[in-house]
């Protein structure tokens, strides 16, 4: 059975950086596009950044832009989300999400397979 597991988050000050991981298991997921997405307190879950199987094509939510680069390394099952200029409206859980097809469209209704989440928390 696939599963993803998020890891990476904390505390940080604004301005500061972390990287997320999200680690797969299960099955190759060589063939799979991966998503982030986040869901601050009261919010909706949104897309925030998406890569395509082998990593060729990527996108990302206007908010994010600039400050986030999103990556993976299949030999290692892994794929990450490297978060620079951390802002308070950045703090949310995050979560990766994987899907047999690739689409610009950051739309979680493409996404098959979920992670748990992981707590990013942007503060001073």
């Known amino acids: 059975q696939l599963q993803l597991v998020e890891s990476g988050g904390g505390l940080v000050q604004p301005g500061g950086s972390l990287r997320l991981s999200c680690t797969y298991s299960?099955?190759?997921?060589?063939?799979?596009?991966i998503g982030w997405f986040r869901q601050a307190p009261g919010k909706e879950r949104e897309g925030v950044s998406c890569?395509?199987?082998?990593?060729?094509?990527?996108n990302y939510a206007d908010s994010v832009k600039g400050r986030f680069t999103i990556s993976r390394d299949n030999a290692k099952n892994t794929v990450y989300l490297q978060m620079n200029s951390l802002t308070p409206e950045d703090t949310a859980v995050y979560y990766c999400?994987?899907?047999?097809?690739?689409?610009?469209?950051?739309?979680?209704?493409?996404?098959?397979?979920w992670g748990q989440g992981t707590q990013v928390t942007v503060s001073s």
């Open positions: 299960g099955f190759s997921l060589d063939y799979y596009a």
């Open positions: 890569i395509s199987s082998r990593g060729g094509n990527r």
């Open positions: 999400a994987a899907s047999p097809v690739y689409s610009n469209s950051i739309d979680q209704r493409r996404y098959n397979y």
